[in-house]
């Protein structure tokens, strides 16, 4: 099993450009999660989704958007990029109260 | 509502001293608390878990905490200390009728030769 896998792993955007962070998994977890780490500040959640068809929003969400078609894919999109949204992205899952993260992507906007 | 502080943005010790690194937490529901581990360059890794059974929880690589309600805290401690321990080390609250996640700041762990 890979677990949680995350593309691309690192990527530098320009300013008003948009992509989309690929997050899957392979647990067959109902909960996930994307969050974004900035230094010093620990994990911030973004958006998170308790099955497929069911999203929400978390802590800071402003800037960026999700999907949850199949329970294995959770893609978060960033519409338009901006300097503050240079960060360390992590998807995670979640299994009785165990969080299970990707690598992570790194993301620089410029 | 529920959130965590972590004392120390930054401890160092000695190879084959004791490491302890400090988490006070507050919530509105009976939490579930958690320390993870993240090496640089990492993802995230699960230390060990408390979720109402046992106040002393024992982790991975040596590692146990021990819930104190009265205290509020959750502490996370090794006897001794090896290189390998060196990274980031994370101290989580949840609570309530969903699985969110409050995380601390972080405690950087460095360990000396």
């Known amino acids: 099993n890979a677990g949680v896998t995350q593309t691309p792993k690192f990527r530098i955007l320009k300013i008003g450009q948009s992509m989309t962070l690929q997050c899957t998994q392979d647990?067959?977890?109902?909960?996930m999660y994307w969050y974004r780490q900035d230094p010093g500040m620990g994990l911030k959640l973004i958006y998170y989704?308790?099955?497929?068809?069911?999203?929400d929003k978390g802590e800071v969400p402003n800037g960026y958007n999700v999907s949850r078609s199949t329970t294995e894919d959770f893609p978060l999109r960033l519409e338009l990029a901006a300097p503050s949204q240079t960060s360390v992205y992590f998807c995670?899952?979640?299994?009785?109260?165990?969080?299970?993260f990707g690598p992570g992507t790194r993301l620089t906007v410029t | 509502a529920q959130s965590v502080t972590q004392l120390d943005s930054h401890v160092s010790v000695s190879e084959g001293t004791p490491v302890l690194l400090r988490c006070n937490y507050s919530?509105?529901?009976?939490?579930?608390l958690f320390w993870y581990v993240q090496h640089p360059n990492k993802g995230l890794q699960l230390l060990l878990k408390y979720t109402s059974a046992a106040t002393l929880v024992k982790g991975i690589n040596g590692f146990e905490a021990e819930f104190k309600k009265s205290e509020t805290s959750f502490h996370l401690t090794k006897p001794s200390a090896h290189m390998s321990d060196a990274a980031e080390y994370f101290c989580?609250?949840?609570?309530?009728?969903?699985?969110?996640?409050?995380f601390g700041k972080g405690t950087l762990l460095t360990v000396n030769p």
């Open positions: 919530s509105s529901y009976s939490p579930s």
């Open positions: 989580v609250v949840s609570g309530g009728s969903n699985y969110k996640l409050t």
């Open positions: 647990m067959n977890h109902n909960y």
């Open positions: 989704s308790v099955g497929a068809g069911i999203t």
């Open positions: 995670a899952t979640d299994s009785n109260y165990e969080q299970y």
